[in-house]
């Protein structure tokens, strides 16, 4: 565990019901329409979820920054639930940087902001340290909290570059998801998440993480035992586990998020409910502008 966090009581468990990879010809249960986010979204809150990571797709079910699309997106979801509203910045690989900005005018609690470019799969997700900077700005200026997203060891001396030059951000909470076994980024392995804790910079006040397909499970046991929050979610893991006959699909977001409350909760750590972990990002005394 890190020197200066302590093992928290309680889990904050974050679901990622899309992302902007999986295509729906291939995954038909993954949900895409305002309306399959937001009741998915519901029933994940009900199962031990406390933020919620859009990623939002049109009408065709393709990735879209189409800012309509986002603020109706935004508003299904905060009619179907309660859960913290978090808006990717990252969007898909192919997004420019200027409507990935944009999205804040959709007015989330909590934005992504990852702190530096990574190859992804055969892509680049291109995050130059001056889109960095002026990611961060924007939602201090809009009050939004981010979520510093890192995909890299080297990347958390960039949040640490970052926190000392900028200050601290939008709720004066500091909050990373360490997002593991992307194709081109660090191993979804404990002994790289253990590295990682270790050098998370002193500013910061909570952390989770992410496995990424085959690592989902390592990830989230060493997350666990580590002391970190837990994100989960058809963005990251399409694949529930070995079956007699070969992978099983995953069903639904609600069926990771109730394995991983399981968990967490025979390991003393149950889930955090949301009012809690608006306290932890900060979001409690946030004044919105
Ligand atoms: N879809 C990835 C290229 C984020 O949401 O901020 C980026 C991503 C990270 O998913
Ligand atoms: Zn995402």
Redesign the pocket.
């Known amino acids: 565990m890190s020197r200066f966090l302590a093992r928290p009581a309680t889990t904050m468990i974050t679901v990622?019901p899309t992302?902007?990879?999986n295509r729906r010809a291939d995954v038909p249960q993954l949900p895409t329409t305002p309306e399959e986010i937001a009741a998915e979204a519901a029933v994940c809150e009900a199962a031990g979820a406390a933020m919620v990571?859009i990623?939002v797709r049109d009408a065709d079910h393709a990735p879209t920054l189409d800012l309509p699309r986002v603020r109706e997106t935004v508003a299904a979801v905060r009619e179907a639930c309660s859960l913290v509203v978090q808006l990717?910045?990252?969007?898909?690989?192919h997004d420019p940087m200027d409507a990935r900005l944009a999205v804040l005018d959709a007015e989330p609690d909590s934005c992504?902001?990852?702190l530096g470019t990574v190859n992804?799969g055969d892509?680049v997700?291109m995050n130059p340290w001056g889109f960095v900077v002026e990611l961060f700005r924007a939602s201090r200026d809009r009050r939004i909290v981010p979520e510093f997203?890192v995909f890299d060891l080297g990347q958390l001396s960039t949040l640490r570059r970052l926190l000392d030059r900028e200050g601290l951000p939008a709720g004066d909470q500091v909050h990373v998801d360490l997002?593991m076994g992307v194709p081109g980024g660090m191993p979804g392995t404990a002994d790289a998440l253990v590295a990682c804790v270790a050098a998370l910079p002193e500013q910061v006040t909570s952390w989770s993480a992410t496995g990424i397909g085959r690592s989902h499970l390592p990830v989230l046991s060493a997350a666990l035992s580590a002391g970190g929050h837990l994100r989960v979610g058809m963005?990251d893991t399409v694949v529930w586990g070995r079956g007699p006959e070969g992978p099983v699909p995953v069903a639904s977001n609600a069926d990771l998020v109730a394995r991983a409350a399981r968990v967490a909760t025979e390991l003393q750590r149950p889930p955090m409910a949301v009012a809690a972990a608006r306290d932890l990002l900060g979001l409690t005394s946030l004044q919105r502008a």
């Open positions: 990622a992302g902007a990879e990571h990623h990717s910045t990252g969007g898909s690989v992504s902001l990852t992804f892509d997700f997203e997002v963005e």
